[in-house]
């Protein structure tokens, strides 16, 4: 399928805000999604935002999406600790039979105290 | 606990031997789906169930590989002949959302002696 990219590893101090980046290829994707994965745990579902939508905001969580760059991006505020973990984004689109979803590599956010 | 459960956790066998993954998912959700997950990668899309009908198949799926959903209810995956290649994690997850929004499980970590 299309590839999915993002930077491989990332570093904030705690109390900084986290931005992790994405880039998708398949400009029919409808739904895009961001994932969270602990050491040895399956994947937790952050957030997700629609194609037609710029914007959504979840508590610490922003999704920004750029439909014209496919650019996507995630937005952590007040980070601490715990989030340290492995984020995938992930894409879905039609085409996909059964709306199988299409992940990047991960990026690995490294909080510090 | 209503989340997807997946059995065992862990499993280690020698190659050649074959081995079976269980996955139970949310009970009113339709949508089934199986992905592979090997060190430093995403998770990648192998097989999908819409009630108990197999839709989709990735051609990551050898012929070595079955899944099968009876009654639409738990779905379970085979490897015959297990190779050192197979080693992975192998996560299941669901979903009945209008945003197609996937919960997965745990995760069955596969290693191939």
């Known amino acids: ?113 | 606990d209503t989340g997807v459960s997946q059995d065992p956790r862990h499993k280690i066998t020698k190659r050649g031997q074959n081995v079976t993954f269980r996955c139970d998912p949310i009970s009113e959700h339709n949508r089934l789906y199986w992905y592979r997950q090997t060190l430093g990668q995403g998770p990648e899309f192998l097989t999908y169930f819409q009630n108990e009908a197999q839709l989709e198949k990735s051609r990551l799926l050898s012929d070595r590989f079955s899944a099968e959903r009876p009654k639409g209810s738990f779905s379970t995956l085979e490897i015959q002949r297990t190779e050192q290649g197979d080693s992975a994690m192998y996560l299941c997850a669901d979903s009945s959302g209008t945003y197609n929004e996937q919960f997965f499980g745990p995760g069955t970590r596969l290693t191939v002696l």
Not at chain 1, 3 to 24: A, K
Not at chain 1, 83 to 97: G, L, R
Request: contains cysteine; hydrophobic residues 30%.
């Open chain 1, 1 to 113: 399928g299309e590839d999915v990219e993002q930077s491989l590893f990332l570093s904030v101090r705690e109390g900084d805000s986290s931005v992790i980046n994405c880039t998708y290829t398949d400009s029919s994707s409808t739904y895009l999604y961001w994932y969270k994965q602990e050491p040895g745990a399956g994947l937790q579902l952050l957030t997700y935002i629609f194609s037609n939508m710029d914007m959504k905001q979840d508590q610490r969580l922003t999704v920004l999406l750029n439909k014209k760059d496919k650019h996507l991006s995630l937005r952590i505020a007040d980070t601490q600790t715990g989030d340290s973990a492995i984020y995938f984004c992930a894409e879905i689109t039609e085409s996909n039979s059964g709306y199988a979803l299409n992940f990047g590599k991960g990026t690995s956010l490294l909080v510090t105290p």
